[in-house]
């Protein structure tokens, strides 16, 4: 053989080498890639999956908080009912403690009447000894009730305050109950 046979005999084995190599290497290359894109491919499966999980395990949650917030707002209503009712009760006593505190003022007028009965019993004990002692006793006992009825006055005029004030509490409890529930009052 030639020096040139032989050095294209030697190119054409390197050559032959050099191109299984880069076919090697590309093929590799390929098998890795495959692999990676396999790999990736089966992660987002798994993440697809967790997605749809999570996705129905929300949807789980807001139907059950659609339930809650539901049965709240109806609770919320029957909460302003009962103190619409509690209000209304709360002014018929009112209107009840108004006429009570207007008899015990007409009692206690009457009561102070009583004065005067007992000066008239004073003028009669001249002539009946016996009706004077018992006048004195009813004189003592009347100016004890008469205080006793102002006593009660002064009571029932502070009973009627402080029912009025509850009144308006209650008035005030409700309307804030109503503020309330009113954001809830759109859900069905």
Known sequence: ???????????DSERCDSRETWIKVIGKLGRET?????ERYRSFQIT??????????????AIFNVYYVTVLYRDLNGIVENMDSMHANLQVIRGDMVEI???VSDLNSHISNMDEITGHMGSMTTRLTNVRHNMDGISE????????MGLLDIG???IDYRTSNMSYSVSGMRYETR???RPMGIMP
Request: proline share 0%; net charge negative.
């Open 1 to 11: 053989m030639t020096e040139e046979n032989i050095n294209q005999g030697t190119s």
């Open 34 to 38: 495959q692999l990676h894109l396999d």
């Open 48 to 61: 697809d999956y967790i997605i749809h999980a999570v996705s129905i395990m929300l949807a789980i949650l």
């Open 101 to 103: 505190t207007g008899t």
């Open 141 to 148: 006992h009347m100016g004890a009730i008469a205080e006793e």
């Open 156 to 158: 029932m005029s502070n």
């Open 179 to 181: 503020q309330m529930s």
